[in-house]
Structure formats: structure tokens, C-alpha cells
């Protein structure tokens, strides 16, 4: 039964994780649209940089994205709950996921989804610090941008993919099926 509950939380995380990547990538191409003037084939390929910082990010299991950006620019994402990374041993500690019960994968995986888009948006930032050479202020300031525009577009990903579409002629859509 508690296998069932498992895969319905990834199941769960995974649908959230599709949601927030439309959100936040069309925030981020807007963003870069109004502020820098990037042109299409920027946003597309920082979508493409944002996969290799994703695999950089992911080979170790010791540090999270979202503390990886703090160190690197001073930029700490939170969850919407004031809550830190630092807060959190799934967030900043070695877990040895073949020692952990059932029950407390369960657990870590439902506290995971509330980091989702601070884990998609350290990912985005860290591509325009490592791959683009954004300095820390202007790290700053396109996250700045980027809220913005999740605001201006109701926290809804529908909405934000429809805007990017007009504003950056992106069609998210087909970047994230193709891997453009």
C-alpha cells in the first residue's frame, strides 16, 4: 500500500515539477526579453545550458542547487514559507537514500515538492552565472524580473507560455518536447 502512496507523491512531484518549469522558464525569457533584449536563439539556448548546469548540479549529492546559487551569487531562494535551505537536511546534507524507511522517502519527497521552484529557478540562475557570465547583481535583478513577471501572469504557467510565445516568439511547448 505505502508503495502505491510513493508513487502517487512522484507521480505528484512530477506533474508540479512540468508546471513550474513552463512558469518559470517563460518568466525567465520574458524577463531577459524586456530587460537585455535577448532574441530567440538566446532563450533557446540558455534552455539548453540549463540541462548541463542541471547534470553539473546533479553528479553530487551533497549540496542542492539552491545552496550552490547562495554560494556562488549571494542569491537565497526560499520556499514561500520563510523557511532556508539551511533549515533542511534534504537540502544541505548527505543522505544515504538506501538507509531510509519507506515512510521517511514519503516524507522527504512531499517536503521536496514545496522546493521545486526554487530548485528550477537556482538552476536557471546558476546557467546565466556559470554559462552567460552573469555577475551576482545582475543575477539579482533577472530574478527580480522574472517574479514580476510570475506575478503579472497569476502564478499561472498557461498564461506566462502564452505571453512568451507573443513577446519572445518561444514556443516552450516544442523547446521542452524537442529539447531545442
Known amino acids: 500500500m505505502r508503495l502505491k502512496e510513493l508513487r502517487k507523491i512522484e507521480k505528484k512531484n512530477d506533474e508540479y515539477l512540468l508546471e513550474q518549469i513552463k512558469?518559470?522558464?517563460?518568466?525567465?525569457?520574458?524577463?531577459?526579453?524586456?530587460?537585455?533584449?535577448?532574441?530567440?536563439?538566446?532563450?533557446?539556448?540558455?534552455?539548453?545550458l540549463t540541462h548541463e548546469v542541471w547534470n553539473e548540479c546533479a553528479a553530487t549529492n551533497e549540496r542542492s542547487m539552491i545552496q550552490m546559487l547562495d554560494e556562488e551569487t549571494g542569491v537565497e531562494l526560499q520556499n514561500g514559507d520563510g523557511k532556508s535551505w539551511r533549515d533542511l537536511a534534504f537540502l544541505n546534507a548527505?543522505?544515504?537514500?538506501?538507509?531510509?524507511?519507506?515512510?521517511?522517502?514519503?516524507?522527504?519527497?512531499?517536503q521536496q515538492r514545496k522546493w521545486i521552484p526554487a530548485q528550477v529557478t537556482a538552476c536557471?540562475?546558476?546557467?546565466?552565472?556559470?554559462?552567460?557570465?552573469?555577475?551576482?547583481?545582475?543575477?539579482?535583478?533577472?530574478y527580480q524580473k522574472m517574479l514580476e513577471?510570475?506575478?503579472?501572469?497569476?502564478?499561472?504557467?498557461?498564461?506566462?507560455?502564452?505571453?512568451?510565445?507573443?513577446?519572445?516568439?518561444?514556443?516552450?511547448?516544442?523547446?521542452?518536447e524537442k529539447g531545442e
Not at 536557471?124 to 533577472?142: H, M, S
Request: charged share 25%.
Open 23 to 48: 512558469l518559470i522558464y517563460a518568466s525567465t525569457a520574458i524577463a531577459l526579453k524586456r530587460a537585455y533584449n535577448w532574441e530567440r536563439h538566446g532563450i533557446v539556448k540558455l534552455m539548453d
Open 94 to 110: 548527505r543522505i544515504s537514500m538506501g538507509q531510509m524507511t519507506l515512510p521517511q522517502w514519503m516524507y522527504m519527497r512531499n
Open 124 to 142: 536557471i540562475l546558476l546557467a546565466l552565472k556559470r554559462k552567460c557570465g552573469f555577475d551576482e547583481n545582475k543575477i539579482a535583478e533577472t
Open 149 to 176: 513577471v510570475e506575478q503579472e501572469n497569476l502564478f499561472s504557467y498557461e498564461l506566462a507560455m502564452e505571453q512568451c510565445q507573443r513577446e519572445t516568439k518561444v514556443n516552450l511547448v516544442e523547446c521542452l
